[in-house]
């Protein structure tokens, strides 16, 4: 049997001013191919305007068993929110 | 539906402290990432679930390619190849949601080619007239949409990514069937006659989308409780029937089911069941055109095999040259 082509992360731009964001993945042989592939796949009613394509093995990720240790530390922080001053109402602009 | 009686895989002894905290985050409404602790059997049965609804997406392109090349008009074609190249896509986006699981395409591709896994029974019916374009997409699109919509809610999150896709592409699917059925219904007398049959031909079938009465069963409550599953094959079906049936009247087509009655206490229509012996026959392979879908289907597969091998070839040699080349600069 042939060898299956690579897997890849595609993230599309739906129009200037917003990030790529990740929409799914798909096969090719390689990077030009899976924008072509992408394009057809991911943009056939306009949903883009700039298109990445990234080697799924290419990609490393946080390990979800260490969400706690990761995440958690910024739980406690709540003074890096706003919220967490107590201005008068009559201070304005603030 | 377009994956049909899929037998989950719940646990065996005693629910693990594991298996317990994931319940809770399904009951609370969280999603399950790829990657993430999950059991088993969960697991499994996605697979199952979903690579047969992506399986069922690429085949049901055939009975409608079949009609392609003799759409009546230029725009009924172009209408025509897009919605089959839509179909084409959502099975992509499914066997890619599918191999965040831990399967691969080629896997589930060999599975599907051997006849290990199964697609929608409905895709083994025959496409005979240009009348059927309009029920097709009008009927099976339509359980199809009946089916899909609660799943955008499932607790996995790839598939329901997937199907949030899907769905926002299938109003149009729906609705050119249905154009397709108005123009017939209300064309000559001959065109409305095989509007009718279309109906006629497809009505059973098209319920037999949802799966047979699974309101005992244990697999289909271990899939509710994991959200994998969001409605029993039944209560899809009675919407279903209520939702089409007006449909029908307003086209003056007559559903072919001398036992349809509305019932006011249940708020919904009696309908007959269709013939679940023959269901269980096409699902054992033995459907009117079993053998010439999986048959059209392992020849592109196998005719192809020359083209993927030569790009494969050619994107080797590019990076070996790129990489000889970089090294040259250095
Ligand atoms: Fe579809
Ligand atoms: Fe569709």
Known sequence: MSKEWPLWEIFIRSQNGLNHRHVGSLHAPDAETAILNARDVYTRRKEGVSIWVVKAVDITASQPSLKGPIFDPAEDKVYRHPTFYDIPDDVEHM | ?330
């Open chain 2, 1 to 330: 539906m377009y994956a049909q009686m899929v037998k989950s895989e719940g646990s065996s002894g005693e629910e693990t402290p594991e298996e317990r905290e994931f319940q809770d985050r399904i009951d609370r409404g969280e999603k399950i990432e790829p990657k993430e602790w999950m059991p088993a059997g969960y697991r499994k049965t996605l697979i199952r679930q979903i690579s047969q609804h992506a399986h069922s997406e690429i085949v049901g392109q055939l009975p409608e390619g079949n009609w392609i090349t003799r759409a009546p008009t230029l725009e009924r074609k172009q209408i025509l190849l897009a919605k089959v190249q839509d179909e084409a896509g959502h099975g992509l986006y499914l066997y890619s949601a599918a191999e965040t699981l831990g399967i691969s395409r080629d896997e589930m591709y060999e599975q599907l080619h051997s006849g290990k896994a199964k697609y929608s029974s409905i895709f083994n019916y025959p496409t005979l007239t240009w009348a059927d374009m309009g029920a097709v997409g009008w009927l099976v699109d339509g359980a199809a949409i009946m089916n899909q919509v609660p799943l955008q809610r499932t607790s996995y999150g790839p598939y329901s990514r997937a199907m949030i896709r899907i769905c926002k592409e299938e109003s149009f699917h729906q609705r050119q069937g249905y154009h397709i059925m108005m123009k017939m219904a209300r064309g000559t007398e001959a065109q409305r006659e095989m509007a009718q049959d279309a109906l006629n031909r497809f009505w059973y079938p098209a319920l037999m989308m949802f799966g047979p009465s699974d309101a005992n069963s244990v697999h289909s409550e271990q899939s509710m409780a994991w959200k994998i599953k969001i409605n029993t094959n039944d209560e899809l079906r009675q919407r279903f029937v209520n939702e089409t049936v007006p449909q029908a009247e307003f086209l003056g087509l007559e559903v072919p089911d001398p036992d349809l009655a509305w019932n006011e206490e249940k708020g919904g229509y009696d309908f007959s069941q269709p013939d679940w012996d023959e269901f269980f026959e096409v699902l054992k392979g033995n459907g009117p055109c079993n053998k010439e879908r999986l048959g059209a289907r392992v020849k592109a597969w196998e005719d192809g095999a020359w083209f993927r091998d030569g790009l494969t070839a050619y994107a080797e040699k590019a990076s070996a040259r790129r990489a000889a080349s970089a090294t040259a600069a250095e």
